[in-house]
C-alpha cells in the first residue's frame, strides 16, 4: 500500500529512527538488509525519515545550517584526481563538518570499502550526510526504464550501507543532445525525441519512482529529486514529481545553480512546496566556471531557507576553474558568512 508523507507523518512518534539501521555499519548485502529490518518491523513503521511539516518547523534560529562539501569539488586538487578518501581527510582538514559522495568517484562498491568510508569520516568528527547519484527514467522502453529503477535500488543500498540518510536522485535526459558541453550550452534544453511528449516523460518517471519508495523506506534513505535537467530543468518539473507521489522517502534536493532564467523565482517555489527540502547544493565558480558562471545572491538564498524553516545541511559544489585546493576554502568562508551561526 503507498503511504503519503502527510499520513506518514500523522502517525510518527519516533522521528529519525528510519535511519538506524544505516548508521549501524553493519548493513552489507540486501540479504543482510532484509534480516536486519524484519527483525525491527515495529520501529520501522513508526520512523520519520525528515523533519516535521513545514508548520510546525521552528526556525533555523541561531543554530546556522552545518556546511559539508560534495567530493565532486575536488576533482583537481593540486592539480591531481582524489579517491574518496582522500576527499574526507582533505574535507576535514579544510573545516568542513559533512561530506556529500558522488557516486561516480567510488571506484570500489565492496561492504569493505563502505565500511571503509563511514570508519574514516567518524574518526575524523564527519558525517557522511549525502550520496549524489545519476539515472534516468525517460526512456521509452520498459526494460530500459527498470535498469534504472534496479541501479536506483542498488545506489540506495550503498548509501544505507555507509549510513548516509539522503541520496539525490535525477529525472535524467532525454538523450537528444550529444555531449554535456553541448547541453551547458544550450543552458540545459533539450529537445523532446520525434513521437514522444513530456507528458509521456512524467508518467514514466513518477511510474519509475513509485517502484523505488519501498526500498528507500526499506533502507532508510530519504530520495531527493534535483533540479538537474530533463524534466528537472524548471521548478515545475520537479514539483510535479513530487508532489504527485506525496511520499516521506521522496523529497527535495535543491542546487543553487541549475536554474538559468528566472534563477530566484523557481528556488523560492521549490522553497514553498510543502514537501520538505532534504539537501541543498550551494555551487560557487571561484576562477569562473567549468561551463558557465553564475552569480549568486547567497544572502537571499540564507534568507529564503531561513525563512521557510531548512535548518539541513548546505553542501558546497565547487565548479570553478581555480584549483580546489583554494578555491575550495574560499567557497567554505563564503557560505559561512551566509549559514552558520553568527549570520543568522
Not at 507523518?9 to 553493519?26: D, E, F, N, Q, R
Not at 548493513?27 to 525491527?40: E, P
Not at 531561513?306 to 576553474?321: D, K, M
Request: hydrophobic share 40%.
Amino acid at each position: 500500500m503507498k503511504m503519503h508523507r502527510r499520513t506518514f507523518l500523522k502517525h510518527t512518534t519516533v522521528a529519525g529512527a528510519g535511519i538506524s539501521l544505516a548508521a549501524t555499519g553493519l548493513i552489507g548485502t540486501d540479504s543482510a538488509l532484509r534480516a536486519a529490518t524484519s527483525s525491527s518491523t515495529a520501529a520501522a513503521t513508526v520512523a520519520s525519515p525528515a523533519a516535521p511539516t513545514k508548520a510546525a518547523t521552528p526556525s533555523a534560529g541561531a543554530a546556522g545550517n552545518p556546511i559539508g562539501v560534495s567530493t565532486y569539488s575536488f576533482s583537481r586538487y593540486n592539480g591531481e584526481r582524489t579517491s574518496v578518501l582522500q576527499c574526507i581527510d582533505i574535507a576535514a582538514e579544510m573545516g568542513f563538518e559533512g561530506v556529500e559522495i558522488l557516486h561516480n568517484q567510488m571506484d570500489d562498491e565492496s561492504n569493505a570499502a563502505l565500511q571503509g568510508l563511514k570508519a574514516r569520516a567518524h574518526a575524523l568528527g564527519m558525517t557522511l550526510m549525502g550520496f549524489s547519484t545519476h539515472q534516468g527514467f525517460l526512456y521509452p522502453a520498459p526494460e530500459r526504464r527498470r535498469e534504472n529503477v534496479d541501479l536506483t535500488i542498488r545506489q540506495l543500498q550503498l548509501a544505507s550501507a555507509m549510513g548516509i540518510p539522503t541520496m539525490r536522485i535525477n529525472t535524467g535526459r532525454w538523450g537528444t543532445t550529444a555531449s554535456f558541453n553541448q547541453l551547458m550550452e544550450d543552458e540545459g534544453y533539450e529537445p523532446i525525441p520525434e513521437g514522444l511528449t513530456e507528458e509521456m516523460g512524467f508518467t514514466w518517471v513518477i511510474d519509475s519512482l513509485e517502484q523505488i519508495l519501498p526500498k528507500a523506506e526499506e533502507y532508510g534513505v530519504v530520495m531527493g529529486l534535483e533540479n538537474h535537467w530533463g524534466l528537472g530543468r524548471t521548478a515545475a518539473g520537479v514539483l510535479r514529481i513530487v508532489e504527485a507521489i506525496d511520499s516521506p522517502w521522496l523529497q527535495i534536493t535543491l542546487d543553487t545553480g541549475n536554474f538559468f532564467e528566472n534563477r530566484f523565482p523557481q528556488l523560492e517555489m521549490m522553497t514553498a512546496s510543502n514537501i520538505p527540502i532534504t539537501l541543498v547544493q550551494a555551487k560557487t565558480y571561484y576562477g569562473d566556471g567549468r561551463w558557465y558562471t553564475l552569480d549568486i545572491n547567497y544572502a537571499r538564498i540564507a534568507e529564503m531557507l531561513r525563512n521557510g524553516g531548512y535548518r539541513g545541511w548546505i553542501s558546497l559544489e565547487f565548479e570553478g576553474r581555480e584549483d580546489s585546493s583554494t578555491g575550495v576554502p574560499k567557497s567554505l568562508e563564503m557560505l559561512r558568512e551566509h549559514f552558520s551561526a553568527s549570520s543568522y
